[in-house]
């Protein structure tokens, strides 16, 4: 069976322990399975993405002895591309600008973290404006309940992760109440947010196997809700458990402290890496946590 996989890393601030883990177990399952890894920058998000961050990734994941399938996908290099597909959910009327607070938007345009406040259901204020009210500093929402309209059988995926397990049913009504309208189109025009790109990456890099932190679990029915609508594959997913500091908290980028660029430059090797993450030696199996 085909496996191809990826790591995507937001080049927004430092890899640590949590990046070092996704990573090597993306990487040992693609090498254990005679799959492809590949790379990919998600570097949409101008406002945070930075090139020093960018090249610090590759110089990283170099020193933990990572190598990767060429080409590195940068997503800020194919914004028509994402762009031209959103455009595809507009002409369905599926897509409605919306000119709500900008808080909520940004809330709604990062990749979702554990231990952040998922930001409330969007009340559909500008539900039904058409696609020519579009004021510059707009975004564009799916209409969640005419796009779960479209489909005559409910969003499904299998996990074959540690905390998931098995296959996924989500049906219409939890999709409108419990993700609701969902930003897709950001403020600046012609840039997308993350689910929808990330989604349109998959299915470019054609990945059977979407192995990524367990903080994502709760997007995955609305990326496979979009596979739907845009008649894409459904990979097969493999949400990880989280590495977290000593109070338990989830590692995030201002994490410095748990940086790789830390422990290296306290003299750690890539061996002590993969200890840390409870992931043996490149040479050995390991079981899959
Ligand atoms: N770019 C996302 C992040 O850094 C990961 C997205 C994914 O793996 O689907 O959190």
């Keep these: 069976m085909t496996f191809v996989t990826r790591f995507a890393p937001s080049p927004t601030g430092p890899l640590h322990l949590g990046h070092a883990y996704s990573a090597l177990l993306a990487h040992d399952m693609a090498r254990d399975a005679n799959g492809t890894f590949l790379l990919r920058i998600e570097d949409t998000d101008t406002s945070r993405a930075r090139p020093a961050w960018e090249t610090k990734i590759y110089d990283d994941l170099n020193w933990l002895g990572l190598t990767w399938a060429q080409p590195v996908l940068r997503q800020s290099e194919h914004l028509e591309r994402y762009n031209?597909?959103?455009?595809?959910?507009?002409?369905?009327?599926?897509?409605?600008?919306?000119?709500?607070?900008?808080?909520?938007?940004r809330a709604a345009l990062s990749a979702p973290q554990e231990g952040v406040t998922t930001p409330p259901v969007y009340p559909g204020t500008c539900r039904g404006r058409p696609m020519s009210s579009r004021k510059p500093g707009d975004a564009l929402r799916l209409d969640m309940a005419r796009a779960v309209a479209r489909l005559d059988t409910p969003v499904t995926f299998e996990d074959n992760?540690?905390?998931?397990?098995?296959?996924h049913s989500v049906d219409a009504d939890s999709l409108v109440k419990q993700t609701g309208d969902a930003v897709l189109g950001r403020k600046?025009?012609?840039?997308?947010?993350?689910?929808?790109?990330?989604?349109?990456?998959?299915?470019?890099?054609?990945?059977?196997?979407?192995?990524?932190g367990a903080d994502l679990f709760d997007t995955t029915p609305?990326?496979?809700?979009?596979?739907?609508?845009?008649?894409?594959?459904?990979?097969t997913y493999h949400h990880h458990r989280l590495i977290r500091d000593d109070t338990g908290k989830r590692l995030a980028k201002r994490d410095d402290a748990r940086a790789i660029a830390k422990y290296r430059a306290d003299g750690a090797t890539p061996e002590d890496i993969r200890e840390m993450v409870g992931l043996a030696s490149l040479f050995e199996q390991n079981p899959r946590e």
């Design 84 to 105: 031209s597909l959103l455009m595809q959910l507009a002409k369905d009327g599926l897509v409605y600008p919306c000119s709500c607070r900008r808080s909520d938007i």
């Design 161 to 167: 992760g540690p905390l998931h397990t098995g296959q």
């Design 188 to 212: 600046e025009i012609e840039t997308v947010s993350y689910v929808l790109a990330a989604v349109i990456d998959d299915a470019v890099q054609e990945i059977t196997h979407v192995i990524r």
């Design 222 to 235: 609305l990326q496979v809700l979009l596979q739907r609508l845009l008649d894409l594959p459904t990979p």
